[in-house]
Structures are given as C-alpha cells and as structure tokens.
C-alpha cells in the first residue's frame, strides 16, 4: 500500500474545508496511508517586502524539509507546474506505486506558494489550474484528485 503525506504550510480554519478534508481522508483510507501535516505560515506584515515574503518562503521550506520522509518521491503544487487531467494523474499514482519507493509526499505552500529552491528540489510540480486557489481549497482539490485517480485505476464508475 502506498504511503502518501500531504505537507501543508498553513492550518484549516474553516470548517467547511476541514469537513471536505475529512471526507476524503476517510475515502481515501482503503487505497493508501495518508497522512497530513500542516505546517506554520509565517507572519507577515499587510502589504510585505519581496525580501521578506523570500525569507519567509524560505523558512516555511526548511520545516517542510525537516518533514520530508526519506525517499519519498515529492510533488510540488504550483500554478507553474505541469497540467494533467485526472486520468493523467491515475495514470502517474499506477507509476509510482510500481516504483522503487512507496511513498509520496505532496508539498502545498501557503499564501505566497513555495520557495523556489523548494519546487526545484522537487520530483515533479503539478498546477491543479492556471488560476490561482486559496491554498485550502487547493487541499480539498488534491485530496479529491487523489481519491480520483486511486478509483481510475481500481475501474470504478466514481470518474465518468
């Protein structure tokens, strides 16, 4: 069974994207062992330098690091990455669940993304859209996405 983390820079607040989130955890439980780390985002002041929106990024992607489990093939969420279909992305879960390792780790930035040194160190950055998301609802996305593919490739009607 495949390992797949989830590493989030920022808490839910909302309940209704708390709820979504729990929904598809529990879905997701026969195909995989997920687990969910959020992670702090950094304070910052309205209206923040370039330099300490770099700073913060940077400080958000050494805990995210520290999170990494070893081997595991990590996946970057960011509206520069690479579009694929659902189909696609059961297609890739099939992939890597026959590689060498059994663990993914999918890296969700807070409200100004990644670090840049963080997506290039990164397997693969995946765009869930050219448009931009509220970093929650992009977690609610991929935890669907996810649920999605597994029920691709396991044959069900749940995509149509």
């Known amino acids: 069974m495949t390992n797949v983390k989830l590493l989030c820079v920022g808490k839910l607040k909302e309940r209704f994207y708390a709820d979504a989130c729990a929904e ?15 992670l702090p985002e950094e304070k910052l002041p309205q209206a923040p330098s370039p330099a300490l929106i770099a700073a913060a990024l940077a400080k958000e992607a050494a805990a995210i690091r ?25 297609n890739r879960l099939r992939t890597w669940e026959a590689g060498p390792t059994n663990q993914l780790c999918f890296l969700i930035g807070g409200s100004y993304g990644l670090d840049e040194t963080l997506k290039n160190e990164a397997q693969i950055r995946i765009s869930m859209s050219p448009m931009t998301f509220p970093h929650h609802l992009a977690r609610v996305m991929l935890l669907e996405q996810l649920y999605r593919g597994f029920k691709i490739n396991e044959g069900s009607h749940y995509h149509k």
């Open 24 to 38: 598809y955890m529990k879905r997701l439980s026969p195909f995989c062992r997920l687990t969910v780390n959020e």
């Open 66 to 90: 520290a999170k990494l489990p070893p081997r595991a093939r990590t996946v970057a969420l960011c509206i520069e990455g690479q579009l694929l279909s659902s189909q696609e992305l059961a």
